[in-house]
């Protein structure tokens, strides 16, 4: 159920052939589009560079999805609506407005934020995911490399796990889409396509975040071996 980017492509796909150059781009991209037509998609992190970018795919190239659920936390006085409005205001977004405007009103912004608990929906938010979506992506993440330790694993590695508790209460799931860094171990000269152990067990961060997450020393001292804490969450 829990897969990376490449396993809810090759799903998509349905068991048809990889493009081999036999076939159109356009039949490819189509065949992606057949599988989301009626479904309804949860994504984190749509205010983001990523998330922006990848809304407008879907809306562009899934015309037939259903909604786009986009969880967005209210910030510097801005309502989720309003948030959602400034997404849809930059020039990545026009030629959808000028073809398919009306596209738009599928995506429906969700009240939230990764690092509270059940993502801090309210009960009938949290219905309507677990009713209505079929596939979730989480890219919310913190991207600064000077982010406080603590803050950084709140965000990228908790974070991420509220994010797969909640979906596992959603009835119909069939897809869980981590879009992440390729550079998690930056360590490592010629990275391949496979898991590898983290440098750190998650329990030993985790304590150590209980005992010197303030410490600003003691963490230096932690984090010495790694490029910087923005990777270690990420090779969590």
């Known amino acids: 159920m829990f897969c990376s980017i490449r396993c809810v492509v090759n799903s998509a796909r349905n068991g048809s052939r990889h493009y081999t150059g036999s076939g159109s781009l356009e039949t490819n991209y189509q065949r992606v589009a057949d599988y989301y037509a009626g479904k309804s998609v949860f994504v984190t992190g749509a205010t983001g560079f990523v998330g922006k970018v990848f809304i ?25 609506g309003k948030r959602l409005q400034k997404i849809f205001d930059v020039p990545l977004f026009n030629k959808l407005k000028q073809t398919r405007p009306g596209d738009l009103k599928k995506v429906i912004p969700i009240k939230g934020d990764i690092t509270t608990t059940q993502l801090g929906l309210t009960p009938d938010d949290k219905e309507t995911l677990a009713d209505k979506v079929s596939v979730v992506f989480h890219s ?5 490399f000077t982010e406080k330790f603590q803050d950084m694993i709140n965000i990228n590695v908790e974070g991420t796990q ?7 209460g959603i009835r119909n799931l069939e897809k869980f889409v981590y879009i992440s860094t390729a550079f998690s171990n930056s360590h490592i000269q010629v990275v391949e396509e496979k898991l590898y152990t983290p440098k750190k067990e998650l329990s030993a961060v985790r304590q150590m975040i209980r ?3 303030t410490d600003d020393t003691k963490v230096n001292e932690y984090v010495a071996d790694v490029a910087n804490t923005y990777t270690l969450s990420k090779g969590l």
């Open 162 to 168: 509220r994010v797969i508790d909640l979906s596992k």
């Open 211 to 213: 005992d010197h997450g």
């Open 56 to 80: 407008e795919r879907l809306l562009s190239n899934c015309k037939d999805i259903e909604n786009v659920f986009v969880l967005i936390r209210p910030k510097h006085g801005a309502d989720t």
């Open 140 to 144: 919310a993440a913190t991207v600064r």
